[in-house]
């Protein structure tokens, strides 16, 4: 199976711009999360669902919007990109019981110039 | 707040032992989990710890102390390819999982 699949590996994106990174997942969890990993900082969470039709914000949600119209699909929308946006964007997905492991995407490479 | 403090880089040498600490003060605590993430990659599960203890798997054994708030992942029969960065992560009382910044293992030959 895949996983978890992220789009675009890379991007480099104009300071203003809109951008949507995608994440879609195969495995039938029910919670769905965005990070952003920067150099010498763990992973912070920016927005997450629990379920399909639910989202919550994270650590970091300022300037980011999430949806989740259905189980698969989790995609993340910069409406104005910034500068400090600039990141490595992780999608990650688990199941709501048990252990709750969290399985990560191959991650996107966002440079905001 | 929420804390999570590791290490920001280890040196260990091929063939030996190395423990990578991780100390944590969170709101509540539902367990803590160690991943493994290599240069440009995405991170992978390691092992999880909810109950006092030592987990072993392998190579790889993780150890908590909930009292401590205290918590090791002990590496042995290092091998080149165990050159990556080691994650902490607790649990907290909303089930979300709340990060350390990593612990660079640096692996000689």
């Known amino acids: 199976t895949a996983g978890i699949t992220q789009a675009p590996t890379s991007q480099i994106l104009a300071a203003g711009r809109s951008m949507t990174l995608r994440c879609t997942q195969d495995m039938r969890h029910n919670a769905m999360y965005w990070y952003r990993q920067d150099l010498g900082l763990g992973l912070r969470l920016i927005h997450y669902s629990n379920t399909a039709g639910t989202t919550g914000k994270g650590e970091v949600p300022d300037g980011y919007s999430v949806s989740r119209a259905n189980t698969d699909d989790f995609p993340l929308t910069l409406a104005s990109a910034v500068p400090s946006q600039t990141s490595v964007y992780f999608c990650?997905?688990?199941?709501?019981?048990?252990?709750?492991?969290?399985?990560f995407g191959p991650g996107t490479r966002l440079t905001v110039l | 707040g929420q804390n999570i403090d590791q290490p920001t880089e280890m040196t260990a040498t091929e063939g030996a032992i190395v423990q990578i600490n991780c100390t944590y003060q969170?709101?509540?605590?539902?367990?803590l989990f160690w991943y493994q993430q290599h240069a440009g990659e995405a991170p992978t599960f390691l092992s999880y710890n909810v109950l006092d203890g030592l987990e072993e798997k392998g190579r790889f054994s993780s150890f908590l102390s909930r009292s401590k708030g205290y918590s090791y992942l002990l590496l042995k029969e290092l091998q080149m390819k165990d050159s990556a960065s080691y994650l902490c992560a607790v649990l907290d009382s909303n089930y979300q999982l709340i990060w350390g910044a990593g612990t660079k293992l640096i692996i000689k030959p």
């Open positions: 969170t709101s509540g605590f539902n367990g």
């Open positions: 990650a997905s688990s199941d709501l019981s048990g252990v709750r492991e969290q399985f």
